[in-house]
T-cell receptor, first 115, second 117 residues
Framework: DAKTTQPPSMDCAEGRAANLPCNHSTISGNEYVYWYRQIHSQGPQYIIHGLKNNETNEMASLIITEDRKSSTLILPHATLRDTAVYYCIVRVGENYGGSQGNLIFGKGTKLSVKP | NAGVTQTPKFQVLKTGQSMTLQCAQDMNHEYMSWYRQDPGMGLRLIHYSVGAGITDQGEVPNGYNVSRSTTEDFPLRLLSAAPSQTSVYFC????????????????FGEGSRLTVL
């Protein structure tokens, strides 16, 4: 069963911030939130992950609500190359080898960046 | 660094034929896994391995076999191909899996597109 809920699709204007929401209302205290994206027909690409605090790297920012029941991935200045399917995944962080440690991909959000 | 290499990129099989999808990584990663992706679906985990000699089943293991005799290679075998196995297959690896030190990054190959007639 999917642990996350994402809108199936979103549009964003080129140069604008893209804010992709994810609902994970049943997240446990030891589960991390991971974001990946898949550009047409390619293998998924890691973007960012976090536990409680907001995180930022060269690709994106991750904002996690205080109750951790939802999060938002922010692409600050979306480009046409950011058009992709974005996956939000929750996973137990402190786990090695057990099936619960695997990344389970849902259907994600198809982000279309338009000129 | 080649990263994760999958071969072949494209393959057409007839029902009942067998074949092996190859996956190799040159990053000395302990963890490797196979996913399949069908149209309109996310990725579904088939099998995974946390090290040489250790494999386990994922969500959809039926019809597939794996082995891990070396750290570098993790082949996926289709014993008797069926049209339901028509899909895009992705191999992924990570230097470890789980634990506080894991950065969360799985490295994926470019995919192998399989059609079973």
């Amino acid at each position: 069963d999917a642990k996350t809920t994402q809108p199936p699709s979103m549009d964003c204007a080129e140069g604008r911030a893209a804010n992709l929401p994810c609902n994970h209302s049943t997240i446990s205290g030891n589960e991390y939130v991971y974001w990946y994206r898949q550009i047409h027909s390619q293998g998924p690409q890691y973007i960012i992950h976090g536990l409680k605090n907001n995180e930022t790297n060269e690709m994106a920012s991750l904002i996690i609500t205080e109750d951790r029941k939802s999060s938002t991935l922010i692409l600050p200045h979306a480009t046409l190359r950011d058009t992709a399917v974005y996956y939000c995944i929750v996973r137990v962080g402190e786990n090695y080898g057990g099936s619960q440690g695997n990344l389970i991909f849902g259907k994600g959000t198809k982000l279309s960046v338009k000129p | 660094n080649a990263g994760v290499t999958q071969t072949p990129k494209f393959q057409v099989l007839k029902t009942g034929q067998s074949m092996t999808l190859q996956c190799a990584q040159d990053m000395n990663h302990e963890y490797m896994s196979w996913y399949r992706q069908d149209p309109g679906m996310g990725l579904r985990l088939i099998h995974y391995s946390v090290g040489a000699g250790i494999t386990d089943q994922g969500e959809v293991p039926n019809g597939y076999n794996v082995s891990r005799s070396t750290t570098e290679d993790f082949p996926l075998r289709l014993l008797s191909a069926a049209p339901s196995q028509t899909s895009v297959y992705f191999c992924a690896s990570s230097y470890t899996f789980g634990g506080a030190e894991w950065g969360g990054e799985l490295f994926f190959g470019e995919g192998s597109r399989l059609t079973v007639l």
